[in-house]
């Protein structure tokens, strides 16, 4: 009896796991390889300079008005652009009013970030000072960040990817882009 119950249940296992709808597996994402990282100093048209990784080139500088500009960088094979809005502070208490709106700028992506990051930059020895941004999550940008002297020049960066956002998948190449962007931030210097 018993020999004919364990035929009878392997049968019925063996026929119930032969039917049925297969469970299909999610898409996979290549995976992505990337240099070593390697700098050079970097002089902008403008009044900064900074170490830009070897991977990445400056494509347009546009010099808008006397006291703005806009310098595009090309992240090469993360896909993305490096956008980096420079004004001339026009007057001492007009400085708040600009860093209100390079935070606003971050602000607008709280909606689709899971959670924001910031480091202050506080190096008076080089009369840099600013904020890094890190939006984690599906935002359209994951780094931002605003650097000023705090009397004449003001800076502002943010990363834009060709592509969807899909935190999970572009978590590498994020983490990449982090360590050249904390590099940039840190050798950062006014002309």
């Not at 709808?21 to 700098?39: G, I, W």
């Not at 080139?57 to 094979?77: C, H, M, R, W």
Request: charged fraction near 20%; hydrophobic fraction near 40%.
């Amino acid at each position: 009896m018993i020999k004919a119950l364990f035929i009878f249940t392997s049968i019925a296992l063996l026929w119930s796991c032969s039917e049925g709808n297969a469970v299909p597996k999610p898409s996979t994402y290549l995976r992505t390889e990337f240099p070593e990282h390697t700098y050079h100093m970097y002089r902008s048209p403008q009044d900064f300079s900074f170490e830009l990784p070897d991977l990445f080139t400056p494509k347009n500088f546009e010099q808008a008005k006397n006291n703005y500009s806009v310098q595009e960088i090309d992240l090469g094979p993360l896909n993305g652009t490096l956008f980096l809005y420079y004004i001339r502070i026009p007057a001492a208490d007009s400085l708040p009013q600009i860093i209100n709106f390079a935070n606003d700028k971050v602000d607008e992506h709280k909606i689709m970030a899971d959670k924001i990051d910031f480091e202050q930059i506080i190096r008076p020895q080089k009369r840099v000072f600013g904020t890094f941004f890190e939006l984690k999550g599906n935002v359209a940008t994951n780094y931002q960040f605003y650097l000023t002297d705090s009397l004449t020049h003001f800076m502002r960066g943010e990363v834009l990817l060709n592509c969807r956002p899909n935190y999970d998948s572009l978590r590498p190449a994020l983490q990449y882009l982090k360590k050249d962007l904390k590099v940039l931030v840190n050798s950062f210097k006014w002309n």
